[in-house]
């Protein structure tokens, strides 16, 4: 194999499949990427036996071929080279020589026959998604994955469609939750989707795909079936295994009878939850919401630091009420309010909290209070 590449170009590609990589490997060949030339494209393979993407690129082919190399040297070298540069690579036995300018490389590869291709299977189910539409999916509910690795089935997000109930339309859902925080969030439902399987989305792969999405220009064609997720656009492959197992029934944690409604103005609410929790001990984070007729009283303390207070006008009408939360899932919650006001649905000081942006009604979350 020997071709020439835009410097540019190669970094750019190196640094979508790098990040796949696993820094350490018990097998050697799963850090190298596979390079592949033929046909005025360079096709650039990694994958971690769980996860593959596949990104090509332009390049001119002097002699077709395939090699692998060291993922992460070769985008550390690539990353080093001067803008503008051109760059060679090529490969001859179990070398990979890489030239640019005064620059030379010699780096070792490993057999290409070593390098494991991912089954590609049968994937029933395709539709097609925006990319704000699959922004909104992953960033909306990300921060809700669970990582803690004993309950597996929660680390990643559940996405499945939803049949309508009553006058609401059909819509594809996704749900993630940690146990401690639930976020549930919609779109419509594309055409191809109504019939699709729940599915589990690992959340290093969701990570991967939204790293990717903020250089996309067009849609994402997704694939699916029971056990993979591929997503292409632009001239990027992601296939994935999904996880095996079963996601809790979570609209059992949703409450229905929460009438004590409180809203009040997101960006606000963040800064003083930030501030007050400045005080709170490390472990817990806790603040203190002490509702009253139009006013809400923040408050932390903490042996060692001493306490804080801090007061906030809000739309409130009903009884007076104390509740406590995690300071940092309050503020990862709020976060996702875009329109600029919060409404917290709450029953008492002990049961799960709604959380809505008052403008939108295709996100819901669910917080746990927590003795203060």
Do not use: C, W
């Not at 820094?23 to 971690?48: F, Y």
């Not at 299977?121 to 925006?130: V, W």
């Not at 929460?258 to 606000?268: G, I, R």
């Not at 806790?286 to 932390?300: I, P, Y």
């Amino acid at each position: 194999m020997k071709i020439i590449i835009e410097r540019a170009a190669l970094l750019r590609s190196l640094g979508h499949v790098q990040s796949i990589v696993e820094r350490r490997n018990t097998i050697p060949v799963l850090s190298n990427v596979l390079l592949n030339a033929a046909n005025g494209e360079l096709s650039l393979t990694a994958t971690d036996m769980d996860l593959e993407i596949v990104e090509s690129v332009p390049a001119e082919i002097a002699t077709p071929g395939s090699a692998t190399a060291p993922a992460h040297t070769l985008y550390d070298i690539a990353r080093k080279l001067p803008d503008g540069s051109q760059v060679e690579l090529d490969a001859t036995g179990d070398v990979l020589t890489l030239r640019s300018g005064r620059s030379h490389f010699k780096l070792g590869t490993l057999p290409i026959d070593d390098f494991p291709q991912m089954a590609q299977g049968d994937l029933a189910h395709s539709f097609t998604l925006t990319v704000s539409e699959l922004k909104a999916l992953i960033d909306r509910t990300k921060f809700a994955i669970s990582t803690e690795e004993t309950r597996y089935y929660l680390n990643g997000i559940y996405v499945h469609a939803t049949k309508p109930k009553g006058g609401d339309a059909p819509a594809l859902r996704a749900v993630a939750t940690d146990g401690h925080r639930l976020a549930r969030v919609e779109v419509p439902l594309p055409e191809g989707a109504s019939a699709i399987p729940g599915v589990i989305v690992p959340r290093k792969t969701v990570l991967e795909v939204r790293k990717l999405l903020d250089e996309v220009a067009g849609s994402i064609d997704v694939q699916l079936s029971e056990t993979k997720v591929r997503f292409a656009f632009d001239n990027v492959v992601l296939t994935s295994k999904l996880i095996d197992g079963t996601f809790p029934d979570y609209e059992r944690v949703i409450p229905a009878g929460n009438d004590k409604v409180l809203e009040v103005n997101s960006k606000s609410f963040a800064a003083a939850v930030d501030r007050v929790a400045t005080i709170s001990t490390e472990k817990s984070r806790a603040v203190k919401l002490s509702l009253g007729r139009d006013l809400l009283t923040l408050s932390a303390s903490s042996a060692d630091a001493g306490s804080a207070t801090e007061e906030l006008e809000i739309a409130y009408d009903n009884t007076p009420l104390e509740i406590g939360f995690n300071s940092r899932y309050l503020l990862d919650i709020t976060g996702q309010i875009e329109s600029g006001t919060a409404r917290f649905q709450m029953a008492d000081g002990g049961s799960p909290t709604i959380v809505r942006d008052a403008q939108d009604a295709t996100a819901l979350y669910v917080l746990m209070p927590m003795r203060v």
